[in-house]
């Protein structure tokens, strides 16, 4: 067996059905020979983000795996290994390398020294022999512990290589660990003391799949919970105990719970200090539940710490929680998050069913929530303003209907999400919201939609500019007009092939919805592209401002 081939069999026996890449990549027709689909993209980043929903959606379960060549292919790779480290998402990287003997030597870019900093694991395969053990142990690095790209670079010459004997492989085991009991008791304890708690939920909640015992903890409880953005729809944002998720953007639920809480539970998160992420307010105790020992005390100090699966950490906490407490606790948590939500959404309300032209972005946003099944929907925002005029009003129903990141912000990352995501999902209808500056990064890759038969639905906010940067570059929007861009991307949508509409009109924008959900359901991709205003208002408030 050689060993392209030794590579496509074991990925086969570790679940892989569809591989993402682009040539020159022997792996990839090795796969196609095995039966692996090979998606090919317009360029790498976007191939990698395919993988990245592969395993965010599958909760990990099915591991997304991205091939590419060695030299431009990796290089031109590096954001979308850096995007999925950020978030750590468990994504298989496979870039061939130079032959062995030109590997080190200048200026040849070798993946595994280059991209060594923001992977969780980069090894090259050294000879055919230990094919098993380095595929054995990427795969355990990706089933095991927090999630992270996983790089194995195959040298060009290996692949003409026989590998002595049979191939001898089992797929890797995934093994999970859970916190100290002794830990566990102080936590529930503390919590069942607390005058106010607040649980915090991260995207660990998704990946142990522990959306069930989250749920019963807040309910026990009567405890508000927020998410982060990666973590939303961990905890059903209909619940009358939802205070949403934070972003750059949030609802005031969010801020007024946090700013009174005297306990925080922060369960499968980081608690990363990030722009894009809800700032802890001081002097609250916090019980930090985390994966990854390494995230304790790193920008939050705990002061109770439980460290394992968000599964097994919450199942045990609320064993002791109901030890201590016969029945779920009452609170005024609901009462006081519905009349803070509503005095919100009066005071948007405006914004968001506005009948203004150029349309507002809110307004389509809107609209796009009570036109879609929003239970069998899965969606994305893209870096910019789409983010933050999305994230805070969606409200979710089901887990890893939406996908939230923003630990680091690419533009144009949102398309391959959407992508990756219907293709692990066909049955739902798949969304990427996104401004005309994330789609001159990635847009190209709508052809690709079309060409591998993966019908998203593509909400575009064009407003002809990067409104975000008017505050920032006042003087060279006014003396060069720096900030415009300009396109005709329902045409360019049309030219590959796909549906693409333009929408200047308040009444088009349902009407236009349902004609590309059709469109989708047909099997063609549709972007529609919404004609918006320079919107710059976001949904924030600041601590100790009421
Ligand atoms: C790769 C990359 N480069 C730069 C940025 C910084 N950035 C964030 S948003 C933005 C402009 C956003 O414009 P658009 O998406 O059109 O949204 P608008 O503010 O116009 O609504 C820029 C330049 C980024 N997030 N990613
Ligand atoms: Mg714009």
């Known amino acids: 067996m050689k060993v392209g081939e030794a590579i496509a069999e074991i990925l086969k026996r570790e679940g892989v059905e569809i591989i993402f890449g682009y040539p020159v990549n022997h792996v990839l027709e090795a796969a196609a020979i095995a039966g692996i689909r090979p998606v090919i993209v317009r360029q790498e980043r976007v191939g990698l983000h395919m993988a990245d929903a592969m395993s965010r959606v599958s909760s990990g379960r099915r591991i997304g795996v991205f091939a590419m060549q060695h030299g431009p292919g990796s290089e031109n790779s590096m954001g979308g290994v850096a995007q999925a480290y950020s978030e750590s998402v468990p994504i298989l990287v496979l870039p061939m390398g130079y032959a062995r003997r030109l590997a080190h030597i200048d200026p040849n870019f070798n993946s595994v020294a280059s991209m060594r900093t923001f992977t969780k694991s980069a090894e090259p395969i050294t000879s055919p022999a230990e094919i098993a053990n380095i595929f054995r142990r990427a795969f355990s690095r990706l089933r095991n512990g927090r999630g992270g790209p996983a790089l194995v670079e195959i040298p060009v010459d290996l692949f003409a290589e026989e590998i002595p004997g049979p191939l001898v492989y089992e797929p890797a085991i995934s093994a999970r660990y859970g916190p100290d009991i002794a830990d566990v008791r102080k936590a529930a304890a503390a919590l069942v003391e607390a005058k106010h708690p607040v649980i915090y939920a991260g995207q660990g909640i998704h990946y142990a799949r522990a959306w069930e015992p989250l749920k019963r903890l807040a309910e026990l409880l009567a405890a508000p919970v927020a998410t982060s953005l990666q973590g939303k729809s961990a905890f059903p944002e209909d619940h009358p105990l939802s205070l949403g998720s934070g972003g750059l953007a949030f609802p005031p639920t969010i801020p007024h719970f946090l700013e009174k809480a005297d306990w925080v539970f922060g369960a499968g998160c980081s608690f990363t200090e990030t722009a894009f992420g809800i700032a802890m307010p001081k002097g609250k105790k916090f019980i930090h539940a985390t994966l990854d020992p390494n995230h ?249 401002k009421k």
Not at 298 to 326: H, M, N, S, Y
Not at 343 to 351: S, V
Not at 353 to 381: F, G, K, M
Not at 512 to 533: C, N, V
Request: charged share 25%; glycine share 8%; proline share 6%.
């Open 296 to 544: 304790l005390n790193k920008d939050v100090r705990a002061d109770i710490g439980l460290i394992g699966d968000a599964q097994l950490t919450l199942d045990a906490l609320c064993a002791e929680v109901e030890r201590l407490i016969k029945q779920p606790r009452a609170s005024s948590a609901a009462a006081e998050i519905s009349a803070i939500r509503k005095k919100w959404l009066d005071d948007w309300m405006p914004k968001l069913t506005s009948r203004e032209t150029p349309l507002s972005p809110y307004r389509v946003l809107w609209d796009l929530q009570h036109t879609v099944d929003v239970a069998n929907t899965i969606i994305t925002h893209d870096a910019g303003s789409p983010r933050d005029q999305l994230a805070p009003f969606w409200v979710t129903k089901e887990p890893l209907s939406y996908l939230g990141w923003g630990k680091t912000t690419q533009l144009g990352y949102g398309l391959g999400l959407a992508m990756g995501a219907k293709l692990a999902r066909p049955e739902k209808l798949c969304i990427n919201v996104w401004g005309d500056a994330a789609i001159g990064f990635t847009g190209m890759d709508f052809e690709t939609a079309v060409r591998e038969r993966i019908p998203i639905l593509s909400i575009l906010l064009n407003n002809f500019s990067m409104a975000m940067e008017l505050p920032i570059m006042p003087v060279s929007t006014e003396k060069y007009r720096s900030t415009d861009i300009s396109g005709d991307y329902a045409a360019m949508a049309r030219a590959f092939g796909g549906y693409g509409e333009r929408v200047t009109d308040p009444g088009e924008i349902v009407p236009a919805i349902r004609r590309g959900i059709e469109q989708t359901k047909k099997g063609i991709p549709a972007l529609l592209e919404f004609i918006t205003s320079k919107e710059l208002t976001v949904s924030k408030q600041h601590y100790g």
